[in-house]
């Protein structure tokens, strides 16, 4: 599957230019902007950085005909199409898909690592759009990526912060932040580790578990540092009010007996700690000498128990049945007395509610065109919720 793209550009000044002809790239998902800015490049000799989604001929990602804004800094010597947009501004929009957003956060990231005797010689745009732009920043001292994420997503930095003086290299490196939501990180070799298998999740869980031990300790802390607190009473309270605006008659019944179900899982013994929040294989950078877990944005203050779900949630049950074993002994033998394999039964349908919730979070954070990246989820989270309980 690829994408068909219509970029439709503006000046740096944010004024309308035109449109370029259509054309394919290869990969279908719309926040991959790398092929879209090579391209325009190869095929019109157009330097472009592309700003957010203006439409999409399909209800949701991947695929389809797919049409952005993009920003030139000189007007390009191909005819340009007119292209009716609207411009107008919204209170949500990221920094980042302005006009001139994206050359102040890569002047940012250059100035500090040229600060860290890192020169920048070469600057590629690899993603964008509501949850995070991403570019890769290369030199003769090694690579480098700026990330910069919205107001949600804004205590990533902190947690990396966290990672790098209790657990160093479980997490990126974090060489700069600023308030604003730009992060800059250290290269991490190795792929993303999306086709992990049983050895290679259970190697992720044992590793983990050491940095949540360790966070265990320190949770009021990092609740301090900006970390989410959902801790106990805080998580249903959490996710009734993201879910309010949605309709939840589904998932009614459950809702109903979230305080309960809470209740009881912290019965069950286990003490809040530091969780991912989207802990899959496609989360971990390895090279075979090093294992990376990346994407922090996600992360709250809460039971442990959700990432181990979330690791385990796509394999054959008696795969995954293994992995929260191993999970559970470690914990029973850590907090004598608990009962970690109850935790997560009773945690497993709250997981996709949970879900639910940061999905409806997105999108009452995002402006309307970025909707339908994720105007599905919530739904279909409550109904997995629902189907889980």
């Known amino acids: 599957m690829s994408r068909t793209v219509t970029l439709v550009l503006v000046d740096a000044d944010g004024r309308p230019l035109g449109a370029l002809p259509p054309y394919d790239v290869p990969e279908p998902w719309w926040q991959q902007v790398g092929s879209i800015v090579d391209e325009a490049r190869r095929r019109y000799g157009v330097g472009v950085a592309v700003l ?8 949701a990602p991947p695929g389809g005909h797919v049409t952005y804004l993009g920003q030139v800094t000189e007007p390009p010597a191909v005819p340009l199409a007119p292209a009716p947009v609207d411009l107008a501004p919204h209170p949500l929009r990221a920094p980042y898909a302005e006009p001139g957003g994206p050359a102040r956060s890569i002047a940012w990231a250059t100035g500090e690592l040229c600060r860290l005797g890192r020169p920048v010689t070469a600057v590629a745009q690899q993603r964008t759009w509501n949850l995070s732009a991403i570019w890769r920043l290369d030199g003769p001292a090694g690579s480098a990526w700026l990330k910069q994420v919205p107001p949600f997503f804004r205590h990533e930095a902190a947690v990396l912060r966290w990672l790098g003086t209790a657990a160093p290299t479980t997490g990126p490196t974090l060489l700069a932040a600023d308030d604003t939501g730009r992060m800059l990180l250290d290269h991490v070799p190795g792929e993303d580790r999306y086709d992990a298998g049983e050895a290679e999740r259970a190697a992720v869980a044992a590793a983990h578990h050491a940095v949540q031990l360790r966070a265990a300790g320190e949770a009021a802390a990092l609740v301090a540092a900006g970390v989410p607190d959902l801790r106990g009473p805080a998580l249903a309270g959490w996710i009734r009010d993201r879910l309010a605006p949605h309709d939840q008659t589904v998932a009614a019944d459950l809702l109903a007996g979230l305080d309960d179900r809470l209740d009881q899982v912290r019965d069950c013994g ?11 294989p496609g989360n971990v950078r390895g090279d075979g000498t090093r294992r990376t877990v990346i994407d922090w944005g996600d992360s709250f203050v809460g039971h442990p128990a959700f990432d181990i779900l979330r ?4 394999l054959d049950p008696p795969v995954a049945g293994r992995l929260r074993d191993a999970w559970a002994a ?16 009773l945690l497993r349908p709250v997981a996709e509610l949970r879900l639910a919730a940061v999905y409806a979070m997105f999108l009452a954070g995002i402006e309307p065109s970025e909707h339908p990246y994720h105007r599905d989820d919530v739904p279909a989270c409550l109904a997995r919720a629902a189907a889980a309980a």
Not at 273 to 279: K, R, Y
């Open 52 to 59: 957010r989604l203006l439409t999409g001929d399909r209800p």
């Open 270 to 280: 286990l003490p809040d700690t530091l969780v991912h929040g989207d802990l899959h």
């Open 311 to 314: 690791l385990t949630e796509t």
């Open 330 to 345: 470690r914990w029973r033998a850590d907090v004598p007395g608990s009962d970690p394999q109850r935790a997560v039964e």
